[in-house]
């Protein structure tokens, strides 16, 4: 698909100005897992990159799917799930570990495409 518009990921980039050696990932339409996915990304490329910052902006927009009907039984997404945001900057630094909140401990990802019931649950 074609889209004129630039990425989040990209308006970020321009609008603080970061240098050109950036590494930008643009995970889109996995739902609230893209931001768990984004979390073990940021941990692994920190593993392999010493004294660096990586950021994750995670968004959920479900403007694409909002129910615009009358029928009550349909608009409970609408009610559910809502537009919103968050940021977290990671770092690996030792200089920045006195002033940090929290401390990635560790990180789970399965994957079961390969199990027919699992992938089928998801087919519409």
């Given at each position: ?66 129910y615009f009907g009358n029928d ?7 009610c559910i799930f809502r537009c ?41």
């Amino acid at each position: 698909m074609f889209c004129t518009s630039p990425s989040l990921s990209s308006m970020i980039v321009n609008h603080y100005t970061l240098k050109n050696d950036i590494k930008s990932f643009n995970i889109s339409g996995m739902g609230c897992s893209a931001g768990v996915i984004s979390l073990d990304l940021a941990k692994c490329i920190l593993k392999n990159t010493s004294d660096s910052y990586a950021v994750v902006v995670s968004t959920e927009i479900i403007t694409a799917n909002w129910y615009f009907g009358n029928d009550k039984s349909m608009m409970h997404p609408n009610c559910i799930f809502r537009c919103g945001g968050a940021a977290v900057l990671f770092s690996n630094k030792s200089k920045d570990r006195s002033r940090s909140k929290y401390e990635l401990v560790h990180t789970v990802r399965t994957h079961k495409a390969a199990d027919e019931q699992a992938y089928q649950c998801a087919i519409q």
